[in-house]
Nanobody, 123 residues
Framework: QVQLVESGGGLVQAGGSLRLSCAAS????????MGWYRQAPGKQRELVAR?????????NYADSVKGRFTITEDNAKNTVYLQMNSLKPEDTAVYYC???????????????WGPGTQVTVSS
């Protein structure tokens, strides 16, 4: 019922920047929150940043990205962005988009995940 489409990943040199985008489509009544998670090989998937959508006002960041990454959302476009500045090799991972979506007023929201996009930071 809901699909997430990610874009913006790629290869960048240390100190550079990338901007990830994720658009949700399908049967969407409302989106409560959207966020980004990442997973490096052999590591657990971890929260990068999460933001409340629409009238929900909150933002969470992993300590490792505070001051470097900025998450924003465009509720009208059902889209979330992750501006990544001052990238480090340790930021290399597959980045996954997540959205907490309600598809109907009759049922509660549930989580949806994108397929992931590779971000590689070279030194």
């Amino acid at each position: 019922q809901v699909q997430l489409v990610e874009s913006g990943g790629g290869l960048v040199q240390a100190g550079g920047s990338l901007r990830l985008s994720c658009a949700a489509s399908g049967r969407i009544f409302s989106i409560d929150a959207m966020g980004w998670y990442r997973q490096a090989p052999g590591k657990q998937r971890e929260l990068v940043a999460r933001v409340g959508s629409g009238g929900l006002g909150f933002t969470n960041y992993a300590d490792s990205v505070k001051g470097r990454f900025t998450i924003t959302e465009d509720n009208a476009k059902n889209t979330v962005y992750l501006q990544m500045n001052s990238l480090k090799p340790e930021d290399t991972a597959v980045y996954y988009c997540n959205a907490d979506v309600r598809t109907t007023v009759l049922r509660p929201s549930r989580d949806y995940w994108g397929p992931g996009t590779q971000v590689t930071v070279s030194s």
